[in-house]
């Protein structure tokens, strides 16, 4: 497809079928067809091939190699085009205004430089042009195919007829020598040149657009070990029935949604929750599919398969997302599907008028009605969205920002609010320890440090590192003991290299009631831990956990030879550019929102430290993109700022999907934009990079229509030949990519 009037063509089509409903998608290039049995699924693609274009099913999620084909195949044409274009210009312009240079045969020299340009590099817009003349109907095509062949058709026959004895070249004028004609070649090479460069970002843009569907589908494991007849069996995900329970290793990933019959471990749930800790799961504890077994060895029994998955539900709801995008170009094919046959009909009527009303000579009327078409050729309209895109994305790479696709900069201008991931987006996605709190005489770092130093669980990495960080020294450890979902204990050594010589001179040794070198029972943990080992827990260590909770922290308590010694509060840290950014958001003047699956109160107390104007907590990840839906039903246009697999829908269901780097690579295919940059100063940074680019595009388009509005009839006047109206589209595409490339100097720091 070439245009939103293909997407059209084809839908109209395959929804004549009995029972369908199709809808076409131009930017993902995908037909979804409701209402038709899958043996009849042939039925459909013979549809679309008899309507001109071709089609194909997609088995499995996996797409055809046909769009990177024709990105290739785009690329070799403009390469070819670029190459003979610029020296068949050069050597087009010197020989025609320069006499004195020209030699015997100069002009088929030219013409024969100028054929595989206007023929096999422009053969896309042709081969459009033609199918578009057998359906009855037209589109940007048609007048890009029209103008190439006319300027080529014009040169070719001036030099076979010559002209007739005393005109000249500039009917009246009389500026330009005998030959100069021939300069048409030029137009029709440059023409072919600067439009196959548009159509080749487009359809990099519109590729790139697709891959999220593929992206999620290889997240769930293509085999599985199941339990048969007391056998492990390896099969393949497809031959894994509901109610089967299957083996998962440590290090492999869940194959399906399940509820957990044997064993105990660690399940990373990042890739669908976002949440950075692992979660700790045994028998009776549901784990999704898609997620990472870290630990233990599980055996699971399925629950859920195929598509009931929760993971083959947020593929469905971004693919929905997906299919009801739009792109700003399709405001021009719109026009162009009116304008182009209003352009063919006055360049008819210029004929004619010429012929009949005017008793001009046939040279004097073709040349007039040629100058029509030429000129009316929709070059800048073609340019207007392709170039500033370019250039707005060579602009953002710069700046950290990645601009997909036409779609991001539509949006861009007309969202009001800002959704903000919490994990990964505006905190590091990594715990840190941000506290220590000794509740009697022992310090408790140093022994929760040695019993957590050899675990790769979130929380005990941060207090280990913690330890570091505070110059404390390793103590012997040994019987250590992880206990799944409260915590760890085992026997330390006191004494030795206690204190790193780094801040010793600031630090002082803790005073304890313990011995030196005799071990003693450390545990590390939450309430059930401690009370699993008799040790009591203090009101005020009580109160000490709900404050953390609140604060949207963690705390885990130590105990030391079965008393309390205190508590150590993680958290996973806001970034510290994360205030600024949403301050600067709210400059933009748009209502910023927290988005977490958190609790409401460490929601609200991450939310009033980074400044948004509002907080929606306890979200699951499915009901991320229905929260984007109930925003929008509410008359918000809304952006959508992530990084997980659970935000992939709420990503491509948002008006503006903006990923973070660290994110997925199902999240970075699902969003508009893709933040490259670590500081979150680049969200406003991005959002005003798409509206700038936006508003040149709008310019561009302006311009392109002011200039056939105003050329039109000039040239339908006889006021303007072919020669001049070939310079006049050109420097019509001039101005566009000139105003387009004012966006190198763009700065986001000057709005």
Same mark, same amino acid.
């Given at each position: 497809?070439?245009?939103a ?6 839908e109209?089509r395959l929804?004549?079928l ?15 067809v ?6 009849k699924?042939?039925?459909a693609?013979?549809v679309?091939?008899a ?6 099913e997609?088995?499995d999620?996996?797409?055809?190699e046909?769009?990177?084909?024709r ?8 390469l070819v085009?670029?190459l003979l274009?610029v ?10 205004l320069?006499?004195?240079?020209r030699?015997?045969?100069?002009e ?12 096999w ?13 057998r359906h009855?109907?037209?589109?940007m ?11 080529f058709?014009w040169?070719?026959a001036?030099?076979v007829?010559?002209?007739p ?6 009917f009246?004028y ?9 300069l048409?070649l ?9 439009l196959?460069?548009g159509?080749?970002?487009e359809a990099?843009?519109?590729?790139a657009a ?5 992206a999620?589908?290889r997240?769930?494991?293509t085999?599985v ?11 393949p ?9 299957f083996?998962?290793?440590p290090?492999?990933s869940v194959a399906t949604?399940g ?10 749930t990042?890739?669908?929750?976002g949440?950075?800790v692992?979660?700790e799961v045994?028998e ?10 870290t630990?233990?060895?599980?055996i ?6 195929g ?6 539900q947020?593929?469905?709801l971004?693919?929905q997302?997906?299919?009801r995008k ?5 405001l ?7 304008f182009v ?9 210029t ?9 001009a000579?046939p040279?004097?009327?073709f040349?007039?009605?040629l ?5 009316a ?7 207007a969205?392709?170039t500033a ?5 060579g ?7 990645l601009?997909?696709g036409p779609?991001?900069l539509?949006a ?19 715990m840190?320890?941000?506290r ?12 929760a440090?040695?019993v957590e ?5 979130p929380?005990?990495?941060a207090?280990?590192?913690?330890a570091?960080?505070?110059g ?7 019987d250590v003991?992880?206990?799944p979902?409260?915590?760890a ?21 803790p ?6 070198g ?10 059930g831990?401690m ?5 009591e ?5 009580s109160?000490l956990?709900?404050?953390?909770a609140?604060a949207?922290?963690?705390?885990v308590?130590v105990a ?11 958290s ?5 550019s994360?205030?600024d950014?949403v ?7 748009l ?7 958190d !609790?409401?109160? *460490?929601?609200?107390?991450?939310? @009033?430290e &980074? +400044?948004?104007?509002?907080?929606? =907590?306890?979200? #699951?990840?499915?009901?991320?993109a229905?929260?984007?839906? !109930?925003?929008? *039903?509410?008359?918000r246009?809304? @952006?959508? &700022? +992530?990084?997980?697999?659970?935000? =992939?829908a709420? #990503?491509a269901t948002?008006n503006?999907g ?12 699902s969003?508009?934009?893709?933040l490259?940059r670590r ?11 798409a509206r700038?680019t936006?508003?040149t ?11 056939n509005?105003a050329?039109?009839p000039?040239?339908?006047?006889g ?7 070939g ?7 001039v101005?566009?990519v ?5 966006l190198?100097?763009?700065d986001?720091s000057k709005?």
């Open positions: 497809m070439t245009c009037a293909c997407a059209a063509r084809i109209k929804n004549k009995d029972g369908v409903r199709a809808t076409v998608n131009y930017a993902t290039e995908r037909a979804i409701l209402g038709l049995p899958p043996d699924a042939p039925d693609v013979a679309v091939e309507a001109g274009y071709g089609a194909s997609v088995v999620g996996e797409e055809s046909g769009h990177a084909d990105v290739k195949m785009l690329w070799k044409r403009l085009a670029a274009t020296p068949l210009g050069d050597v087009a312009i010197v020989l025609a320069a006499p004195q240079m030699f015997p045969g100069w088929w020299v030219l013409i024969v430089c100028s054929l595989p340009v206007v023929f590099c422009a053969w896309p817009f042709h081969k459009a042009a033609w199918r578009n003349l009855g109907s037209t589109s095509d048609t007048l890009v195919s029209l103008g190439i062949l006319a300027a058709t040169s070719v001036s030099t007829l010559g002209s004895p005393g005109e000249t070249r500039w009246g009389g500026l330009a020598p005998a030959g100069a004609d021939t048409y030029e137009v029709a090479s440059a023409v072919t040149t600067f196959l460069a159509r080749y970002v990099r843009s519109k590729r697709r891959g999220v569907l593929s999620l589908g997240l769930a494991p085999s070990c199941v339990i048969r007849g007391g056998h492990e069996v390896v099969v995900i497809g031959d894994l029935a509901k109610g089967e329970r083996l998962v290793r290090g492999e949604d509820v957990v019959v044997v064993g105990a471990s660690a399940i990373d990042s890739m669908m929750t949440e950075p692992p979660r045994g009776g504890d549901a784990v999704l599919g898609g997620t990472l077994n630990t233990g060895a599980l699971v029994e399925a629950t859920k398969i598509a009931h998955t929760q993971l083959a947020l593929a469905t971004a693919e997302a997906q299919a739009a792109a700003v170009q399709t021009v094919d719109k026009v162009v599907s009116v046959p209003v352009v063919l009909g006055l360049a008819l009527v004929l004619l008028g010429w012929l009949f009303v005017a008793q000579g040279r004097q009327a040349s007039a009605a100058s029509v078409l030429i000129i050729c929709p070059c800048a309209l073609g340019l969205t392709p895109l370019m250039v707005g994305v602009r953002g790479g710069q700046l950290g920002i601009i997909k779609d991001a539509e861009s201008g007309k969202i009001d609010t800002v959704v903000l991931d919490k994990t990964g987006t505006l905190t590091t996605g990594t840190a320890l941000e220590v709190v000794a509740l009697g005489d022992i310090d408790p770092l140093p022994y440090a040695a130093r050899h675990s790769e669980h929380i005990a990495l207090v280990a590192t913690g570091v960080d505070a404390l020294g390793e103590w012997a450890v040994h003991k992880a206990v979902g409260q915590g204990v085992g026997l330390v050594t006191p004494g030795g290299n206690r204190w790193r010589d780094r801040d010793a001179s600031t630090r002082t040794e005073t304890s009631n313990l011995p030196d005799e071990d003693v029972r450390v545990a590390v943990g939450n309430t831990l009370a699993t080992e008799g040790v827990v203090s009101p005020e260590a109160r956990l709900d404050e953390a609140e949207g922290r963690t705390a308590l030391v030879d079965g008393r309390l010694a205190g508590a150590l509060v993680v996973d840290r806001l970034k510290d994360a205030p950014a301050a600067r958001l709210r400059g933009l003047g209502r910023t929102v927290l988005l977490t699956g !609790r409401q109160r *460490a929601a609200d107390a991450i939310g @009033a &980074v +400044g948004v104007d509002e907080v929606i =907590a306890e979200v #699951l990840p499915t009901e991320k229905a929260v984007i839906e !109930r925003l929008q *039903a509410s008359g246009r809304v @952006a959508m &700022v +992530g990084d997980g697999i659970n935000d =992939a709420a #990503l948002a503006l903006l990923a973070v780097l660290s994110g997925t690579d199902v999240a970075l295919k969003a508009d934009v893709i490259l500081t979150l100063d680049v969200i406003p940074d991005a959002i005003v990079l700038r936006l508003r595009i709008q310019g561009n388009l302006v311009w392109a229509f002011a200039y509005i050329a039109i000039l040239a339908a006047a006021l303007l030949n072919p020669l001049i109206s310079f006049a589209m050109s420097l019509s595409s101005f566009v000139s105003n387009s490339m004012r190198r100097r763009f986001p709005r």
